[in-house]
């Protein structure tokens, strides 16, 4: 593998694990509770924010992705 294609991969894989990390930190502090939140606006704010981070790193990752493999 030459180490363009490893270096490209090596982005996609950090941002696949940046998504990741986003949404188990939305999981795991937001929506895995039994109890709604008190501070709701607050809350709102912060699981937008998480998610659509998740989603542009994920997007990003697909992106990369889709590029990699039209030059290959």
Not at 16 to 33: A, H, Q
Request: glycine letters at 2%; hydrophobic letters at 35%.
């Amino acid at each position: 593998m030459n180490i363009d294609l490893q270096d490209k991969l090596l982005d996609v894989y950090n941002y696949l694990d940046r998504g990741e990390d986003l949404l188990g930190v939305l999981n795991d502090n937001y929506l895995d509770k039994s109890d709604p939140p008190q501070t709701f606006p607050y809350n709102y704010k912060t699981i937008q924010t998480l998610s659509l981070s998740a989603i542009y790193f994920l997007r990003e990752s697909r992106e990369m992705l889709e590029d990699i493999l039209s030059h290959t």
